[in-house]
């Protein structure tokens, strides 16, 4: 928010999938988890520079992307964005409105008071929703092009708990146990080793194809081994048909193996298997299973009640 009285930061999201997923299809955690402070003090530093520079009146939103410890601005639009209702239910501020009266020049964003920057009570995490189960094949991959029909928002004392709100409110029931399936690019194998170790210590059976499975046998993880869909049966589409498989972590292989990843992709799909494409999904899910795990039944507030709370501890 901002014009020529003062510049406010209304919050600073993370997203959950890496850059190169188009920003409607991933989500998104506010406050920013894994962002070290030294990044949210430049992303502040640059929001104001250019709130002031553009003279904007009203909201504005940035796109950035952190490489080699670099920030760099992707975009920026001087408008408001999807987000802007996410963020108002998460800082209790009608941000909308008072964008609106700024820019009508009823008042000036100095008159409201407002910190340079916005806190949120909780953790609020911001979730897609799709539309894949009403078109029979289509392949769920996340990519650049939006597929997104929709969001859903998911509250937390811990980032766990949120995000798994979240998947739970966008369709997406939480497997505490069974076989979870493994199969991923050579370059997202070392981090696919983290996360079988934490599904194995969650009490999951490992199933893997032959490359990832040879990785996950040479730390010492015990792991079943099983056909890609064009090398044999019975094969991982198989298993996921018979019900035996709870969990897919499945990352883009390259051209040779598309049709291969397509086909478990579309099975999971049919028969309502959580399936991730992104190494960094495939995390926050494992964290929210955990959290589920720690906590079955986890607190249910209202927005008026978390608000609420905060201004009393204020």
Not at 35 to 41: D, F, G, I, K, T
Not at 104 to 125: K, Q, S
Not at 261 to 284: D, H, S, Y
Request: charge should be neutral; proline fraction near 5%; aromatic fraction near 4%.
């Amino acid at each position: 928010l901002a014009d020529e009285s003062a510049v406010v930061i209304a919050g600073i999201q993370e997203h959950i999938e890496e850059a190169g997923i188009h920003s409607g299809d991933s989500s998104s955690v506010l406050p920013a988890q894994k962002v070290p402070a030294e990044h949210l003090e430049t992303i502040r530093h640059y929001t104001k520079l250019l709130a002031e520079a553009l003279k904007v009146v009203g909201l504005m939103n940035m796109q950035l992307a952190i490489k080699d410890d670099r920030v760099y601005l992707i975009e920026v639009n001087p408008r408001a964005s999807r987000t802007v209702p996410f963020v108002a239910k998460a800082t209790g501020v009608p941000i909308a409105k008072i964008a609106s009266l700024v820019m009508a020049r009823h008042r000036r964003l100095a008159d409201f008071n407002l910190p340079e920057a916005l806190e949120v009570p909780r953790i609020f995490v911001k979730s897609p929703v799709f539309p894949f189960k009403k078109f029979a094949g289509v392949d769920p991959v996340l990519g650049p092009e939006m597929h997104s029909t929709g969001e859903v928002m998911g509250v937390g004392d811990s980032f766990g708990e949120a995000y798994g709100k979240a998947m739970e409110g966008a369709g997406l029931a939480l497997p505490l146990k069974g076989k979870a399936f493994i199969s991923v690019h050579n370059s997202d194998k070392g981090a696919a080793v983290v996360l079988a170790r934490r599904l194995q210590n969650l009490g999951f059976e490992l199933v893997a194809t032959h490359g990832t499975a040879t990785r996950l046998h040479e730390v010492g993880l015990e792991c079943e081994t099983v056909f890609k869909v064009n090398e044999g049966r019975p094969n991982i589409a198989d298993l996921i048909k018979q019900g035996e498989i709870s969990l897919i972590i499945n990352t883009p292989l390259g051209k040779i193996s598309h049709y291969d990843e397509k086909a478990i992709r579309t099975a999971a799909l049919q028969f309502n298997v959580p399936c991730v494409t992104t190494m960094t999904g495939a995390e926050a899910l494992i964290e929210s299973i955990s959290a589920k795990k720690n906590a079955p039944s986890a607190a249910v507030r209202s927005l008026q009640e978390i608000h609420s709370l905060k201004k009393k501890a204020s």
